[in-house]
Nanobody
Framework: QVTLVESGGGLVQAGGSLRLSCAAS?????MGWFRQAPGKERVFVAAIRWSGDIYYADSVKGRFTISRDNARNTVYLQMNTLKPEDTALYYC???????????????WGQGTQVTVSS
């Protein structure tokens, strides 16, 4: 297990951009981003493997970009063309116990709020 610390959330108007960061306390081979809106389940957003393989949810393809700096044990989520429906608490995760798109990871961050106003 590693400790994860997210940053970069905030309030932005629709069409705007935000960049989330997640710093891990150690090496994490697969890292992912999930989000959870009030009253809804936590859902997959994007994941990246140590090798650089990348996966996205259909809802964010073409708008979000996940990347990582292995030397800094940090993963990023660049979010462009934000929509009100992107409003949620965004969580960083490391160490999937099964499929990367399931919210079953060994380590989770505390979450960072993203609010998109219309």
């Amino acid at each position: 297990q590693v400790t994860l610390v997210e940053s970069g959330g905030g309030l932005v108007q629709a069409g705007g951009s935000l960049r989330l960061s997640c710093a891990a306390s150690g090496r994490a081979f697969t890292m992912g981003w999930f989000r959870q809106a009030p009253g809804k389940e936590r859902v997959f957003v994007a994941a990246i493997r140590w090798s650089g393989d990348i996966y996205y949810a259909d809802s964010v393809k073409g708008r979000f970009t996940i990347s990582r700096d292995n030397a800094r044990n940090t993963v990023y989520l660049q979010m462009n063309t934000l929509k009100p429906e992107d409003t949620a608490l965004y969580y960083c995760a490391a160490g999937p116990k099964g499929q990367y798109y399931n919210p079953n990871y060994s380590s989770w961050g505390q979450g960072t709020q993203v609010t998109v106003s219309s």
